[in-house]
């Protein structure tokens, strides 16, 4: 059969399907391009959800009222802190303990150490030191606000704290530390304390505070170094 215009009526049957029909290398091209749209976007999304992870236990902190940032302990610091425990016996606790280095030398020391940490990921590294250490057995790591722990099972406090927490943790440890128990500050003193002894000197500078005398008895402050009893 013919149309109106003397073209075979199969011949624009034809031609009007071939126009609805896309070319297989078309069709393979639009495949790939929506391949990588999914690749892309599965990539991405993985990307946030790793920063995300990562970055989150450390801004978490900064977004708190009174926040604890993570300053690495210097050598000399872990020294006078060390210094500060001669003679000391029972369990040890690092209040906001970073990756784990006081509380590991402490363990060197024979203490049983134990350290809180806001940080997850601190947490786990300092685990994976004290193993490395020799130490896991008498040193360990716990994720913690240190406001909801209790601090009366320790002898020995440890804390690099900042001057916006120190008046809070103060009346907290007061409240909760036995009388033989021994507060050790780094970098920043206690504001109402007088501490029992002092060693170090600037960002070094570690100040030893006695629970039976910040609860009433009062003593002068003294330094780590041996003086000779006076001559009558």
């Known amino acids: 059969m013919e149309g109106g215009g003397g073209i075979p009526l199969e011949t624009l049957t034809e031609e009007s399907q071939s126009r609805h029909v896309l070319p297989a290398s078309f069709e393979a091209k639009s ?23 990562v970055a989150t236990p450390f801004i978490t902190p900064a977004l708190r009222k009174v926040c604890l940032p993570f300053v690495p302990a210097t050598t000399k610091q872990i020294e ?20 784990g280095r006081i509380v590991i030398a402490a363990a060197k020391e024979g203490f049983t150490a134990v350290g809180y940490e806001l940080n997850p990921w601190l947490v786990w590294y300092s685990r994976y030191r004290a193993w490395r250490e020799g130490v896991h057995g008498s040193a360990k790591f716990y994720i913690s606000d ?30 909760e530390l036995a009388d033989d128990a021994r507060v050790i500050a780094c970098r920043f003193p206690f504001p109402h304390w007088t501490p029992d ?22 003593k002068r402050p003294t330094s780590m170094h041996f003086q000779p009893p006076i001559q009558t």
């Open 80 to 99: 006078n802190v060390v210094k500060m425990l001669q003679c000391r016996r029972g369990s040890l606790v690092d209040i906001g303990s970073g990756d």
């Open 31 to 53: 495949l790939q391009k929506s391949n990588w749209g999914f690749f892309l976007t599965g990539l991405v999304g993985g990307t946030l959800v790793a920063v995300y992870a």
């Open 197 to 218: 002894h002092v060693t170090g000197e600037g960002i070094d500078t570690v100040w030893a505070y006695d629970a039976s005398t910040f609860r009433g008895r009062e």
């Open 146 to 175: 240190l406001w909801k722990v209790t601090f009366s099972q320790y002898s020995n406090v440890v804390i690099f704290g900042v001057p916006q927490m120190m008046l809070q943790l103060e009346k907290k440890l007061e409240l």
